[in-house]
T-cell receptor
Framework: DTGVSQNPRHKITKRGQNVTFRCDPISEHNRLYWYRQTLGQGPEFLTY????????KSRLLSDRFSAERPKGSFSTLEIQRTEQGDSAMYLC?????????FGQGTRLTVV | GENVEQHPSTLSVQEGDSAVIKCTYS??????FPWYKQELGKGPQLIID?????GEKKDQRIAVTLNKTAKHFSLHITETQPEDSAVYFC??????????FGTGTSLTVIP
């Protein structure tokens, strides 16, 4: 499968715990995006990388959120001290030129 | 920043009829307009896109039109089939930057 891969697909965590998600983009794509999607809404931008450089962060990305792309390939998104409001689908997308392709997402449920 | 509005939020059509979804955008710098189809529990799937130097693009039963002056673009699905039932999102971006999404249209094709 040469598409965007996200792991895990589902994560249930207790409030206050830390969680980390992984995204493996399409191999030749140098841009990688993280989005968050809540029920009935479109994806909301969180942050994006060009190679290993994090170029833009949304105001939605509080200081509890951190994203990395250390070698310009896969990326991780960590949420510290999770809150119930963090429950959402976290989507990763990658593109090389213009078209962006999304992964299947990680659905986070904070209980 | 960019603001994308999408209408209608829900749409029901009889199998074989056409469906039209409309979006407007606010930033005249946006030059790339993709459409995504999202099925329950899955990530958005790119179905068609259009760049600002083109007014219309067609791919089999799917077409997209763009009016740069009015800042609106539309998705047209002809000869709808039950498998077209899904949530459709429009998006706008300036090449290389983040994508701004509409709020989605839930399309139901009634057999």
């Amino acid at each position: 499968d040469t598409g965007v891969s996200q792991n895990p697909r589902h994560k249930i965590t207790k409030r206050g715990q830390n969680v980390t998600f992984r995204c493996d983009p399409i191999s030749e794509h140098n841009r990688l995006y993280w989005y968050r999607q809540t029920l009935g809404q479109g994806p909301e931008f969180l942050t994006y990388f060009q190679n290993e450089a994090q170029l833009e962060k949304s105001r939605l990305l509080s200081d509890r959120f951190s994203a990395e792309r250390p070698k310009g390939s896969f990326s991780t998104l960590e949420i510290q001290r999770t809150e119930q409001g963090d429950s959402a689908m976290y989507l990763c997308a990658s593109n090389g030129d213009t078209e962006a392709f999304f992964g299947q997402g990680t659905r986070l449920t904070v209980v | 920043g960019e603001n994308v509005e999408q209408h209608p939020s829900t749409l029901s059509v009889q199998e074989g009829d056409s469906a039209v979804i409309k979006c407007t955008y606010s930033d005249s710098a946006s030059n790339y307009f993709p459409w995504y189809k999202q099925e329950l529990g899955k990530g958005p799937q790119l179905i068609i896109d259009i760049r600002s130097n083109v007014g219309e693009k067609k791919d089999q039963r799917i077409a997209v039109t763009l009016n740069k002056t009015a800042k609106h673009f539309s998705l047209h699905i002809t000869e709808t089939q039950p498998e077209d039932s899904a949530v459709y999102f429009c998006a706008a971006s300036y090449t290389g930057n983040q994508f701004y999404f509409g709020t989605g249209t839930s399309l139901t094709v009634i057999p």
